[in-house]
């Protein structure tokens, strides 16, 4: 069951996939703060983050920050560091913001793989990565689980209808209720606190 209320904190471009994802948590009583960083006029001391992230359970941000703005991606990857001192696990959404450098983006992301708790993605989100670790698109996952030891990989083909989630513990697949990975992590952002990352918590906190 998922707890009352989790507590989100999300940093990235406006319009972005992860300020629509809070906003909509947001509106339905979860407690969500959104810093915006998009702008070229970002200023680090505008915004604690650090305090926001204070008994915060998730770090949300996306994969295209880093392949933004510098700015952008420095404030990102401030982010991540500030999360995992507070204890909240950090999310990462692989998007297809047109306006990324991609191998950047994924470069940055790899440097700070190990801080990554959660890497949510679609089929096409998943070709992308294959094609620049030149690995089977099939492998994604694998990889991303024994090499840089991502708690939970899950994969959406949005047009099958069917997500495959890495863990610990293995791989679930099957039939999945998600429409698109927007719908995917809020579900995952939702139910997995209180899931004990078991088969069933991961199977219930995706959809499957």
């Known amino acids: 069951m998922s707890p009352t209320v989790i507590k989100a904190v999300g940093i990235g471009r406006i319009g972005g996939i992860g300020a629509r994802i809070l906003s909509e948590l947001g509106s339905n009583d979860q407690d969500c703060t959104w810093f915006e960083a998009g702008g070229g006029g970002f200023d680090h001391s505008e915004f604690d983050v650090r305090s926001s992230l204070s008994g915060a359970h998730w770090l949300l941000v996306e994969a295209s920050s880093f392949g933004g703005a510098q700015s952008l991606a420095s404030a990102a990857g401030a982010a991540m560091v500030f999360a995992e001192l507070e204890g909240a696990k950090t999310v990462v959404i692989v998007d297809d913001w047109e306006g990324m450098e991609p191998e950047r983006a994924w470069g940055a992301i790899v440097e700070r793989i190990r801080q990554v708790g959660v890497i949510c993605m679609t089929s096409t989100g998943r070709a992308w990565i294959a094609g620049l670790e030149e690995?089977?698109?099939?492998?994604?996952g694998g990889l991303l689980r024994s090499r840089g030891l991502v708690s939970v990989?899950?994969?959406?083909?949005?047009?099958?209808?069917?997500?495959?989630?890495?863990?610990?513990?293995?791989?679930?697949?099957?039939?999945?209720?998600?429409?698109?990975?927007?719908?995917?992590?809020?579900?995952?952002?939702?139910?997995?606190?209180?899931?004990?990352?078991?088969?069933?918590?991961?199977?219930?906190?995706?959809g499957i």
């Open 135 to 140: 690995v089977p698109e099939r492998d994604v």
């Open 153 to 206: 990989v899950a994969i959406l083909d949005v047009e099958a209808g069917r997500a495959e989630v890495h863990h610990s513990l293995g791989v679930e697949n099957g039939d999945c209720d998600c429409d698109s990975v927007q719908s995917l992590v809020k579900r995952m952002l939702l139910g997995l606190p209180s899931s004990s990352y078991s088969r069933e918590g991961i199977r219930k906190s995706t």
